[in-house]
């Protein structure tokens, strides 16, 4: 026997997925057809989203995701952090390289989640919020892969963000609106990449394994 549902906040949540996947914006009419539910009823629902700051006009009228929606988003930040950490912490001590998860922030790669090796004089220091664009470093890159369904298993850089480091880095792949990636990055020289590639591949995965 399925499980109750609430029509109303389905219809609610579908607002919102609709609008976020519309940069430019949808008037109440267009939200309407895209969800195929009478004009009435949508403007009712965007109504209550407004009042919660979920949903925004622009000064056109066209409705746009709110920033409400990033009060509810840091919310899930320390969740991915405390799921993604232990995986990150083997990652680390396995191959003596700092180990980091990192997330798409619009066009941006943000360092949600840093674990250092216990057991190395030297390792890269790299902080927790760290950013830079998506199609730099290997953390970035590996997000991009990830948003094609076949292709290259990591991305693999050298000084691209700092001179003398190096990274190599996997998409987390099959979590519903994520887009992230699991790295490590080194000044120990080159990577080997037969040899650590699969295991970054290999956390990456049990990220997503947590994180599903």
Known sequence: MPAETSQTLDRGLRVLDVLASAPGGLTVTELAARLDVNRTVVYRLV???EQHA????????????GLGVLHLASAVQPVLRDLAV???R????AVGSTAHLTVADGEEAL?????EPSWTDFHVSYRVGSRHPLDQGAAG?????????????????AGELQAGAHGLAAPVRGVDGLE??????????AIDVDRI?????DAAAAVAQRLS
């Not at 590639?197 to 591949?201: A, D, I, K, S, Y």
């Open 54 to 65: 979920l949903v925004r006009r622009d000064p056109r009228g066209r409705l746009h995701v």
């Open 180 to 189: 992230a990636s699991v790295g490590i990055v080194t000044l120990g020289g």
């Open 197 to 201: 590639g699969p295991l970054v591949r």
């Open 90 to 93: 083997e990652l680390a001590e």
């Open 111 to 115: 360092a949600l989640a840093v674990v």
């Open 47 to 49: 109504s209550t989203l």
């Open 86 to 88: 232990p995986v990150l």
């Open 141 to 157: 890159k590996a997000i991009l892969l990830g948003r094609q369904p076949e292709g290259e298993p990591y991305a693999v850089t």
